[in-house]
Nanobody, 125 residues
């Protein structure tokens, strides 16, 4: 059974930082492309960032470039999202996703196979 479990969300003031984690089980983690998505109230789910199985290739949405960094630790079956300079518009439920076939760039337009339950991030002004 595939499980993706996010953690690290919470309430932070604008300009602050958070690091999200996603622990994976039930998959051969090192062969999966991993990604982060988010969904704000009343809006569609949107792509945030993706990382290749090796960790060498990453791709992020324009809205988070220079502020968010995705990384992974294949020894720990975990992917991270370091979020700096947070803004109120970053408030959303953040979801981890995994897929064995989608490329990092394609994660922005194709729906990954596996999803976590999400973790809430709230940025106050």
């Amino acid at each position: 059974q595939v499980q993706l479990v996010e953690s690290g969300g919470g309430l932070v003031q604008a300009g602050g930082s958070l690091r999200l984690s996603c622990a994976a089980s039930g998959i051969t983690f090192r062969t999966y492309v991993m990604g982060w998505f988010r969904q704000a109230p009343g809006k569609e789910r949107e792509f945030v960032a993706g990382i290749s199985w090796s960790g060498y290739n990453t791709y992020g949405a324009d809205s988070v470039k220079g502020r968010f960094t995705i990384s992974r630790d294949n020894a720990k079956n975990t992917v991270y999202l370091q979020m700096n300079s947070l803004r109120p518009e970053d408030t959303a439920v953040y979801y981890c996703a995994a897929d064995p076939f989608i490329s990092v760039q394609a994660m922005g337009t194709q729906r990954p196979r596996y999803w976590g339950q999400g973790t809430q991030v709230t940025v106050s002004s």
